[in-house]
């Protein structure tokens, strides 16, 4: 029996993985219902036909409730890439603006967001953000990158790398 180590390249920065955020039928799974909601209401509000604008309103009223019970601050027009996992979605804050690619993982207590007079930052694919970090500004994290929790990220972090501390620094994986 073989017990090989995932490598960083089974998971795709480029392909959204959608099965990531399925969910069981009459599941409880907030973090997934949330995404949901977020999905249909840019699904169906970017429709001209009257019964999806329709939807698109009961859809803001399904993701003020998911926004509740899981207590993350994720607006109806976020730029999230899909296959997005939100394994404890307590406290996520994310920019409107900010751009999400496919594939991530987001724990609790992360916020991305701008400083004052800076863009909103862009997250590659595939990028692990560790609880409580925080990701302010004109910040782009490569593809494959990890955020340790607690992190403070300032500055650009290259693909495939890691970055921790306060403010983060890219740390050597060796």
Known sequence: ?????PQK??????TPD??????????????RSLLA???????YSASRNPLFKLMS?????????WSVVTGADIPLTSKLGGGLLLPHPNGIV?????VIGPNCLIFQQVTIGMRAGSPPPSIGGHVDI???AKILGNVTIGNHACIGANAV???????????????????DES
């Open 1 to 5: 029996m073989s017990t090989a180590t």
């Open 9 to 14: 390249d089974d998971v795709s920065a480029e």
């Open 18 to 31: 959608w099965s990531r955020e399925q969910k069981a039928f009459l599941s409880w799974d907030p973090a």
């Open 37 to 43: 909601s977020i999905r249909n209401y840019q699904r």
């Open 57 to 65: 309103k009961v859809m803001v009223l399904r993701h003020r409730f």
């Open 94 to 98: 994310i920019h409107p603006d900010a």
């Open 130 to 132: 560790g609880a409580g």
């Open 153 to 171: 990220v300032l500055k650009n972090i290259p693909a495939g790398k890691s970055a921790v501390g306060i403010p983060a620094k890219v740390i």
